[in-house]
């Protein structure tokens, strides 16, 4: 890599654009192999923190509203994830994860979808650990690729979780390529959905025909794009059967081997993450390891927080806390996986995804009550009063606070109360995982005040 970055970087001004978490992994390599390089650091943020990094010889800051400004005196740009550009100025724009694919593509499994990435990821990696496999896990899952360069030696296969912003400007494709889905998501940043899908596919798009492509066969949408996509990896269709084993021992068939994998011993719930199960088997099964490693795996894999996790049981109600849950497609799973569910809470930021099915859906239900927050959750709400449904609660949200009486007083004993937004957290708070941890500590809070006397 650090050849890789010489070649780039050479007699230039280097912009490193955006100083977050992968902004600063990008300094402190630049930095450390190339001790005189100029370095230019720009951010939205006119008040980035820079802990760490008061010894470090910075030429130039630009910091604010007009940090963009930056490009035009920079001979190479290193862009983060999530910084969005209109034009790329006739500018050679980079990103550790265009850098990480160019040079270490034909040991990469590279993980993408609009949900289930990091679940994915995560199974990988914990099953070519468990294993023995010589293994690292970057990217989205929130591990800057460049901070896992001295642990990779010719052996290593990386585990990669690639999010949409990280596909932008990249020029080479995993040689194990998982595209899990992809649904509305991001539009705020892409402008529409076929600019966010087109981007989806680059993980793909640059594939060898050695390289293997995994992706969820029974995807209307994606098997259409693929069709027309000339993506020269071998495809490997990810299918499950249409009915769903209902005693017994369960068992998946992995694609290209036809061996069966026991899989009724693990600890994920739902359909989705049956179909994240077998897409997540079929890759390792490609490194060559074998079903019973694999079967033996699965047994201690911890699910992730924030992701159908259940909160404990107090006052006879059940809480699951999904709040990862952003688009309308990972609620409607979360509900047939939990069909005991009397409340939902939903909403949040309105980045104006189409909540139609969401909503007809939800309407059939046996859901009780409803709650309601945010702009997008004030857009749901509106679709879901037409229905004029006399036998549901639907309930505004206004303060979070009133989240306890609301969750206590309108769920049935013995019952589920969800919460699986639809909706991103940025309306009232940083991320998903800010989010599901508020939920988490207003269900402790709850089963604390009613906790009966010994």
């Known amino acids: ?18 100083f977050g978490r992968e902004g600063k992994s990008t300094c402190r390599i630049l930095r450390n192999y190339f001790p005189k390089i100029r370095l230019l650091i720009a951010d939205r943020n006119p008040h980035p923190d820079f802990t760490g990094f008061e010894k470090t010889n910075l030429d130039q800051f630009f910091l604010g509203e007009n940090y963009l400004d930056a490009i035009s005196m920079a001979g190479v740009v290193f862009k983060s994830p999530g910084v969005k550009l209109d034009e790329t100025r006739d500018k050679l724009i980079v990103s550790q994860s265009s850098l990480f694919l160019e040079k270490y593509h034909g040991q990469i499994i ?9 679940t994915t990821t995560s199974i990988i990696y914990h099953l070519l650990q468990k294993a023995g496999k010589n293994t690292v896990m970057v990217g989205n899952i929130g591990i800057p690729p460049f901070d896992a360069i001295d642990r990779i030696t010719r052996e290593t296969i990386i585990v990669f979780e690639i999010s949409a912003h990280q596909l932008e400007f990249i020029h080479h494709s995993p040689h194990i390529a998982v595209l899990l889905n992809v649904f509305q998501e991001h539009t705020d940043y892409f402008g529409t959905f076929e600019s966010y899908a087109k981007t989806k596919l680059n993980i793909a798009r640059y594939q060898q025909k050695k390289d293997y492509l995994i992706f969820d066969g029974q995807h209307d949408y994606l098997k259409e794009k693929l069709s027309d996509c000339n993506c020269a990896g071998i495809k490997i269709p990810i299918e499950l059967p249409m009915k769903n084993q209902l005693s017994g021992p369960v068992f998946l068939q992995i694609p290209i081997t036809n061996q069966s994998l026991r899989i009724d011993h693990i600890k994920l719930n739902g359909q989705h993450n049956l179909k994240n199960i077998l897409t997540a088997v079929t890759a390792c099964s490609l490194t060559g390891i074998s079903v019973s490693e694999m079967e033996k795996g699965l047994v201690d894999f911890t699910p992730l927080e924030h992701r159908l996790e259940n909160c404990g049981t107090t006052a006879d109600i059940t809480f699951f806390n999904d709040s990862i849950s952003t688009i309308p497609e990972s609620t409607i799973e979360a509900v047939k996986t939990l069909p005991d569910t009397d409340t939902i809470i939903l909403g949040g930021f309105d980045r104006g995804i189409d909540y139609t099915g969401l909503i007809e859906f939800l309407s059939a239900s046996s859901i009780g009550c409803f709650i309601f927050t945010g702009p997008a959750g004030n857009r749901m709400m509106s679709m879901m009063l037409k229905k004029q449904h006399s036998q549901k609660r639907i309930i505004w949200m206004e303060d979070w606070k009133r989240l306890p009486e609301l969750m206590l007083e309108n769920t049935r ?7 699986s937004p639809a909706a991103s957290s940025y309306d009232r708070f940083n991320n998903f995982e800010e989010r599901g941890r508020f939920f988490k500590q207003t269900v402790t809070s709850i089963s604390a005040t009613t906790k009966q006397p010994e």
């Open 413 to 419: 004993k013995g019952k589920i109360c969800l919460l």
């Open 110 to 118: 590279g993980i993408t979808g609009t949900k289930g990435k990091s």
């Open 1 to 18: 890599m650090r050849s890789l970055l010489r070649k780039i970087t050479y007699g230039k001004k280097v912009l490193i654009l955006g």
